[in-house]
């Protein structure tokens, strides 16, 4: 898991990851907490190809800003530098895994 400060590291993560998961929350955030470890299990256990990073709106409220993120959890996952998905708040983790899915699928999958 990487934590991101600033916007200059997240681009240079952004370029450096084919596929990444963006997970903004903050340490106060009760369904936050709760959600991470399952968003991290998921894409250990079936979407291997694609990073996970964890931005803290507290401490990056820039970052989080510039990707018009303002309510957390908020999980966006870029694959080649381009958004493909953004969930928000209520995050069904059976609807989240289809819709990786199939970005998946299409981007990683012969």
């Known amino acids: 898991m990487t934590n991101v400060s600033d916007k200059?590291?997240?681009?240079k993560i952004l370029?450096?990851?084919?596929g990444i998961l963006f997970y903004f929350a903050t340490d106060s955030c009760v369904v936050g907490g709760a959600v991470e470890p399952k968003?991290?299990?998921?894409?250990?256990?079936?979407?291997?190809?694609?990073a996970f990073c964890f931005i803290n709106?507290?401490?990056s409220p820039e970052i989080?800003?510039?990707?018009?993120?303002?309510?957390e959890p908020?999980?966006?996952?870029?694959?080649?530098?381009?958004e493909?998905?953004?969930?928000?708040r209520n995050i069904n983790m059976i609807?989240?895994?289809d819709a990786i899915q199939r970005i998946f699928s299409l981007a990683f999958e012969d």
């Open 74 to 82: 908020t999980l966006l996952l870029f694959i080649d530098g381009k």
């Open 39 to 50: 968003v991290r299990q998921l894409l250990d256990e079936k979407f291997d190809k694609i």
């Open 84 to 88: 493909y998905l953004r969930r928000s």
């Open 8 to 11: 200059q590291e997240f681009e």
């Open 15 to 18: 370029e450096a990851n084919r």
């Open 57 to 59: 709106m507290n401490i």
């Open 64 to 71: 989080s800003a510039s990707h018009q993120v303002f309510v």
């Open 95 to 97: 609807e989240l895994e």
